[in-house]
């Protein structure tokens, strides 16, 4: 076994000599240095190594063909982690100042919000390249309040992001509406509160929209997310309770839609497996899926043109309902490849795609 193992590593290694010297190194470089290495492991080890049944020979040819990918993957890894890890802290550093004032101003609710818009926003723009198109065409008044009903991919992480823009563009009078049970998840009872997620009720939405906030919502919640798929069709059934609101809070409705928004995560959609989970949802209401994913595809966000809503008695709750699903749709229809393909969604990284509304 020696002799082969020998024989094989010399082998390899006079073959990375020959390809080293046209580099202008020295002619038995690997060669040299296999021996020293061996010369100077054989004396430490291999008394322990005869314990497990290992020889020297053994171990610096598994140290030979496990180099590379130490080399090619695991350091890389290590070192691109670190690179991550000082931005985050950079990034902490630039709005320390804010943390400061909010700190000592007892706020935890706003400085937890900040801390996690930092947070998003570094992994949104170092994992998907995130962007927003169309920030500008929001009300700039503090008081002007908005609905901005977004499409519902399988994980609405660009609701999280776009969040966090506004959260750390000065504008901190954004809720969100989440699916019920969200709220019953062990453990984001204060993250929800922090980050200004509510139920969506009458109520909430309405004192919300008396503040002066934008309220963020999906109208095909989680039936969206499960029924909907590459294509990107609309799923928001009979479900009006958007367009009342707005009407009787006279807002104006912004659609919002991300590309690529399910490029990101997917659902295992093997049948029979998949219509027995869509039973479990229309039973308990919860989505009992399995989800893979996490891909680092482009994500751009665009937000349309506002919708302008009129008064109750000037404009019918069917036709607000279908004016906006008509917005959102020319939207996906505009920017989105269909079907979304994972591979082409990551490839926009490196090679962006110029779309516009």
Not at 70 to 98: D, R, S
Not at 123 to 135: A, K, N, P
Not at 246 to 274: D, S
Not at 295 to 310: A, C, Q, R, W, Y
Request: hydrophobic content about 45%; proline content about 5%; overall charge positive.
């Amino acid at each position: 076994m020696s002799n082969y193992l020998d024989a094989a590593i010399a082998t390899a290694l006079g073959a990375g000599d020959r390809f080293l010297n046209i580099f202008g190194l020295d002619k038995d470089y690997l060669t040299g240095g296999y021996d020293q290495l061996r010369s100077f492991l054989g004396p430490h080890v291999q008394y322990p190594l005869g314990l497990i049944g290992l020889d020297v020979d053994y171990l610096v040819w598994l140290l030979c063909v496990l180099a590379p990918i130490i080399f090619a993957f695991v350091l890389p890894l290590i070192t691109v982690t670190v690179f991550y890890l000082c931005i985050c802290v950079i990034n902490f550093v630039k709005f320390k100042h804010h943390f400061y004032q909010i700190g000592h101003s007892g706020n935890w609710r706003k400085a937890g919000r900040l801390a996690c818009a930092i947070m998003w926003r570094t992994l949104g723009r170092l994992w998907h390249g995130y962007e927003v198109r169309g920030l500008d065409k929001l009300p700039i008044n503090a008081e002007s309040p908005a609905m901005l009903v977004y499409y519902h991919g399988e994980m609405p992480i660009d609701c999280y992001y776009l969040m966090a823009e506004l959260v750390l563009q000065n504008n901190d009078k954004t809720k969100s509406v989440a699916d019920r049970f969200v709220f019953q998840l062990p453990g984001w009872g204060a993250m929800l509160e922090a980050f200004n997620v509510i139920r969506g009720t009458r109520s909430e939405c309405e004192e919300a929209f008396s503040q002066g906030y934008f309220v963020l919502l999906a109208p095909g919640g989680t039936r969206e997310m499960l029924y909907s798929d590459a294509n990107y069709d609309i799923h928001w059934g009979s479900r009006l309770g958007y367009a009342k609101l707005a009407l009787k809070a006279k807002v104006p409705i912004y659609p919002v839609f991300t590309r690529n928004i399910r490029e990101v995560f997917r659902f295992v959609r093997i049948r029979p497996f998949w219509n027995w989970q869509l039973k479990l949802y229309e039973r308990f209401k919860l989505p009992f899926v399995l989800l893979y994913g996490g891909f680092p595809s482009k994500l751009v966000t665009f937000i349309g043109d506002p919708i302008m809503v009129e008064s109750e008695e000037n404009m019918a709750v069917e036709d607000l309902n279908e004016r906006v699903q008509s917005a959102l749709k020319n939207i996906i229809d505009n920017v989105q490849p269909k079907p979304g393909k994972i591979i082409r969604a990551f490839l926009e990284r490196f090679h962006p795609v110029q779309v516009s509304l």
